[in-house]
């Protein structure tokens, strides 16, 4: 992950995994555009990530392995919370390291989602409760 990237996405995490969220109830989203000029997005919140769109039929977690995003991730706990083929995939992470989520989500918009090395992540976050 080129360094800015990791950067922006840390950043853009902060408070997601820090005091101002006491109520988990924030929500941040990475926007980017993909090597094919699509838009492409992630979603994290404390305990979860959404892609958005989730261009397969796969089901997520498998596509993440055989697309290699896991690859660096072998320790990393998922979850399999939601999907629909073609539409939105959501992966929980709670217990996983902040950095290990930004690092996830990097890999997902890289290999997962069609964005070229470097892609420009845009974040914005808000609160759902």
């Given at each position: 992950?080129?360094?800015?990237?990791?950067?922006?996405?840390?950043?853009?995490?902060?408070?997601?995994?820090?005091?101002?969220?006491?109520?988990?109830?924030?929500?941040?989203?990475?926007?980017?555009?993909?090597?094919?000029?699509?838009?492409?997005?992630?979603?994290?919140?404390?305990?979860?990530?959404?892609?958005?769109?989730?261009?397969?039929?796969?089901?997520?977690?498998?596509?993440?392995?055989?697309?290699?995003?896991?690859?660096t991730l072998e320790?990393?706990?998922?979850?399999?919370?939601?999907?629909?083929?073609?539409?939105?995939?959501?992966?929980?992470?709670?217990?996983?390291?902040?950095?290990?989520?930004?690092?996830?989500?990097?890999?997902?918009?890289?290999?997962?989602?069609?964005?070229?090395?470097?892609?420009?992540p845009r974040a914005?976050?808000?609160?759902?409760?």
């Amino acid at each position: 992950m080129p360094q800015r990237q990791l950067e922006v996405i840390t950043a853009a995490l902060a408070d997601i995994y820090g005091a101002p969220n006491e109520s988990g109830m924030l929500c941040c989203t990475l926007e980017a555009v993909n090597a094919g000029g699509s838009d492409v997005s992630i979603q994290v919140m404390a305990d979860s990530i959404s892609i958005s769109p989730y261009p397969y039929a796969e089901e997520p977690l498998t596509r993440l392995e055989l697309n290699g995003a896991l690859e660096t991730l072998e320790d990393m706990d998922l979850e399999l919370v939601d999907w629909d083929a073609n539409a939105f995939a959501t992966v929980g992470t709670a217990g996983n390291e902040p950095a290990d989520v930004a690092r996830l989500v990097d890999e997902t918009f890289t290999k997962v989602l069609g964005c070229d090395a470097s892609y420009a992540p845009r974040a914005s976050t808000e609160d759902l409760g």
